[in-house]
């Protein structure tokens, strides 16, 4: 099974993208290597604009591109964007429903030795606290490039969640994406495991462990909506009576909390937990390491599925 890097991936697909619409601008804050936009720069240097390292100039730039009727796609890190700039997200872009499309490299520990600064363990919980924002956390190549596609036509402002560690290919190219949506990936009735971005292809070596292992049937399900989230896939995988969440983000404010919270409105009874960066800051290692250690990788998952039988 091949690999890629996703920055790489959405950077270069920029390109085809700019060639689809010529509303489509790129804006970046001197992060056009890290981004990897340099092609669409090229390819369109009269709407590719950097505007040096001011984020928060940076939205609001892109705000007002969105206001006389392009379509700005905003590269920085996830950090960056969602915290640095978080005031400029809310106010200029959501709360006018700009079609402004943030697109957050560095999501998670996936930055590694990098550090607690360049990560993003909190930009879910932030984002989506604010009003009116699609968003989106991206698992594989394929998908990465059907959400782009996808946010050509869609009204109002996106968030897109991208990690910098590679990922196995999971799609093919006929892989639909909406938003709201999840995919099941593996079928099953004996527990499930809620993932997003770069777990997902380690929920999916788990279950096969288990399933080859025990015979049990573990439910593999995408969750690449953030929000909107797809309330049904959650409710249906209580049925199963055990649900894992995994996310590399912090335990509080990411996908666990967002199902968990479904899981309490709808008083279901099930075994729960959630695996992510635990809520306190975290020495830097290497994203690997990271994902070992926190239960996030393929064996940790599996061991967390386990515990709960």
Not at 131 to 147: F, H, N, R, T, Y
Not at 158 to 171: F, M, N, T, W
Not at 192 to 208: D, H, K, M
Not at 232 to 251: F, M, P, S
């Amino acid at each position: 099974m091949s690999s890629s890097f996703l920055r790489n991936v959405i950077g270069e697909y920029m390109t085809e993208l700019g060639q689809k619409s010529d509303k489509v601008v790129l804006v970046n804050a001197d992060l056009a290597g890290t981004c990897r936009n340099r092609g669409f720069a090229e390819a369109f240097p009269n709407r590719s604009f950097n505007v040096g390292i001011a984020e928060q100039n940076m939205v609001s730039f892109a705000a007002g591109l969105a206001c006389e009727g392009f379509i700005p796609y905003v590269f920085s890190m996830a950090p960056f964007l969602s915290m640095r700039a978080c005031e400029q997200v809310r106010t200029d872009v959501a709360y006018g429903n700009r079609n402004v499309r943030m697109i957050g490299v560095y999501a998670g520990v996936s930055g590694g030795i990098s550090g607690a600064t360049h990560w993003s363990i909190e930009d879910c919980g932030i984002i989506t606290s604010i009003p009116g924002i699609l968003v989106l956390e991206v698992s594989d190549a394929w998908q990465a490039k059907k959400i782009l596609n996808m946010t050509l036509d869609y009204e109002g402002p996106v968030y897109i969640r991208v990690s910098v560690e590679p990922v196995k290919d999971i799609y093919c190219e006929d892989v639909k994406v909406v938003s709201g949506g999840s995919i099941t990936l593996k079928e099953g009735n004996d527990g499930a495991i809620l993932c997003s971005g770069v777990t997902v292809q380690y929920a999916l070596e788990a279950a096969e462990k288990i399933s080859a292992e025990s015979g049990k049937n573990i439910r593999v399900i995408d969750m690449y909506s953030l929000k909107p989230v797809d309330h049904k896939a959650v409710i249906e995988a209580a049925q199963t009576g055990r649900v894992v969440v995994a996310q590399d983000h912090n335990v509080i404010g990411g996908l666990g909390s967002i199902v968990g919270t479904i899981l309490a409105e709808e008083g279901l009874s099930v075994r729960f937990k959630i695996l992510g960066i635990p809520d306190r800051f975290v020495a830097m290692a290497h994203a690997p390491y990271l994902y070992k250690k926190f239960h996030l990788d393929t064996d940790g998952i599996k061991s967390e599925i386990d515990n709960l039988f």
